[in-house]
């Protein structure tokens, strides 16, 4: 299932029943985001990928507006079972120095257009001020994406509701 990735699901805790507070936990559930980034590729290094292909990974940064947080556009960086497929980013010389960092193949300016031609399996959303987050998020979840991002995860907790009642629609 698609969706806001549960740091209890990767270290195999027991699920628990969502709630505001429980949901505020359950997105960002570590103390800061090198804990949590740290458990990503666990859980990607042990997922399994029925159809046999590398998981498509993207990355959505935008330099000078919060550019690429704490290293979420590296978090895909030597995972043999995923490829970074794309970096969007409406600057063009930042676009250009992630998708060099990153190994990106593709690059594009417009993150909506990158999930439709791309579908992604998996998005960072990159940027470290959160203005962005609940859009980019919102459409990485619509484009069928599993996103990580950093917290605060979005600007309020509406927001941050919005992202996961949207992801539990689409099932």
């Known amino acids: 299932m698609q969706g806001i990735i549960d740091p209890c699901e990767i ?12 949901f505020t936990t359950k997105v960002h559930h570590a103390s800061d985001t090198w804990t949590l980034a ?10 399994e990928n029925s159809t ?10 935008h330099t000078g ?14 995972r043999s079972n995923l490829e970074v497929v794309a970096v969007s980013d409406a600057d063009s010389d930042g676009r250009a120095k992630a998708a060099a960092r990153t190994g990106a193949a593709r690059q ?26 609940h859009d980019m998020g919102l459409a990485a ?3 069928g994406a599993h ?10 907790l509406a ?13």
């Not at 270290?11 to 429980?22: D, F, G, T, Y």
């Not at 941050?160 to 099932?171: D, E, H, I, T, W």
């Open 38 to 47: 740290s458990t990503v590729p666990l859980a990607l290094r042990s997922a």
């Open 159 to 171: 927001e941050a509701m919005n992202c996961y009642l949207s992801q539990r629609m689409q099932g």
């Open 11 to 22: 270290q195999n805790e027991p699920a628990r029943q969502p709630s505001q507070i429980v």
């Open 141 to 143: 979840l619509k484009a």
């Open 108 to 133: 594009y300016a417009d993150y909506h257009e990158m999930l439709a031609k791309e579908k992604p399996d998996l998005v960072s959303v990159a940027p470290r001020w959160t203005i962005e987050h």
């Open 65 to 78: 507006a919060g550019n690429y947080g704490h290293g979420l556009d590296l978090i895909f960086a030597g």
């Open 52 to 61: 046999g292909r590398k998981h498509r990974a993207a990355i959505i940064g």
């Open 147 to 156: 996103i990580f991002l950093e917290k605060p995860v979005t600007r309020t």
